[in-house]
């Protein structure tokens, strides 16, 4: 896929034009006399073109693809690159090749709204039935090139726009992989893979390595499964000298079955996407490298499979986390943090002053917020806004939960320091308690739960169904924030 930027008066012949409608705005000037006049009539006896994501088309040359954005103040990064979705999508069975985009209005800038534009489509051009055999049934659009239309200059808007949306796919396509090829092995392979290609250092410790680096705890989670557990570290070191800017630590379960403490069998199936956040910190780091991002990133992806063969770990058994703290396993399918205090101890350890994780973590984040917000907790307050801001500028929803002393009593053991379940009542929160175990003093700290944002149910105008690639854009941003300028 080709993208580049012009002036309205460069935009030589294209097969298809995709504009953003907004309520009581008139369409971009740019647009040829005919086609203003044609959307003109449309508006007439059509009712909802500037309805949110609606799409209508006008079947001349070229063709016009006119998508509905909503009132015009409302638009940020998330709804520019979803308009963009949206208008990529409905030309999903033709064979157009070369497409011209309209920019969103509204309240952001060009470059932002350009680089939503290259997300968005990148995004919208993904599909989750790669085994399919009958080619009709996974066959990807035949699209080309997309060229921006701006008055004004976009800058790295392409470039990064780019690396993110490829990053984002790269999350998803791991994420979609059934879980007998996606093992920890397979991960750490397509980790070697995006490592080499963007120039970033990766180290996989095996079994023997967690034991001696006293990670129990996670070793626990694994000890119940054939395969090998396999702890990714990613290295780039964009400024040089010690330390890290930044620690992504995201959680790496590559089927989740509850263990000992099984799962229903309905929809037990979605557990393949269990690793989405490694999945996530791995493509991030490497959009990082690619982007030449002035900071040090240490991406952390502690992987396993959590069953329960014969030497599973048991409800009440006790482990000594990296920490030194000791834990109860109440519920051996609570064991996603079991996995995570390890990676963020590691980061720690390894110089990493600010950690961030990713983790499908909790069904509780999805009773609360729905499909719609990742869950973001952590310490301090400033550092949680910090991400919040910077969440929200790079197009992904989040929203701040509480974490107060009460929700750490609560996950006090019986026998050992802590236990690793609660129970149900505030369950996202005491299980974001739980990784607050391991955040020393001095860390800043943010965890996000993206167990209601990582899977989608169903195709809506501006996403496919199946994985959706929560919050890697965010980490890049992040990257960026914490660079030396
Ligand atoms: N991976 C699950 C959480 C999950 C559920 C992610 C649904 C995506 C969709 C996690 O390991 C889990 O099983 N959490 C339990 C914790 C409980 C046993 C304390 C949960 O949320 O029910
Ligand atoms: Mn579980
Ligand atoms: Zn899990």
Known sequence: MKFRAVRPTQLGSVDAIVVP???ATPPPTWLSRATRAAIARLQKTEHETTRLYAINTLHGEPRVVLVGGGKPTDVDAERARNIASAGIRALWRSSLRKVAF???AGTISDERAAQAVVEGVLYGMWRPEVYRTREDEHRLPQIESVTLVTDRPVGDAIARGTAIGDATNNARRMANEPA????PRLVADAARALAKEAGVKIEVLDRERCRALGMESYLSVAQGSHEPP?????RHKGRGGNGYDLGLVGKGITFD???????PADNMHHMKADMTGAASVIAAVAAIAKLGI???VIAVAPCTENLPGGGATKPGDVFKAMSGRTVEVINTDAEGRLVLVDGITYAQREGAKRVVDVATLTGSIAVALGNHFSGLFGKPGSFVDAIRATATEAGDRVWPMPLTDEYRDEIKGEVADIRNSAGRLGGAITAAAFLDSAVEDGTEWA?????????FERDRPQAPKGPQGPIVRTLVALA?????D
């Open 21 to 23: 409608l907004f309520a």
């Open 102 to 104: 309209g920019l969103s």
């Open 180 to 183: 007998n090829r996606m093992t």
């Open 230 to 234: 396999q702890f990714i570290v990613m």
């Open 257 to 263: 079955s509850g263990g000992i403490s099984i799962k």
């Open 294 to 296: 002035k900071a040090n």
């Open 447 to 455: 965890h996000l739960d993206i167990a209601g944002t990582f899977w």
């Open 480 to 484: 960026e924030r914490y660079a030396k």
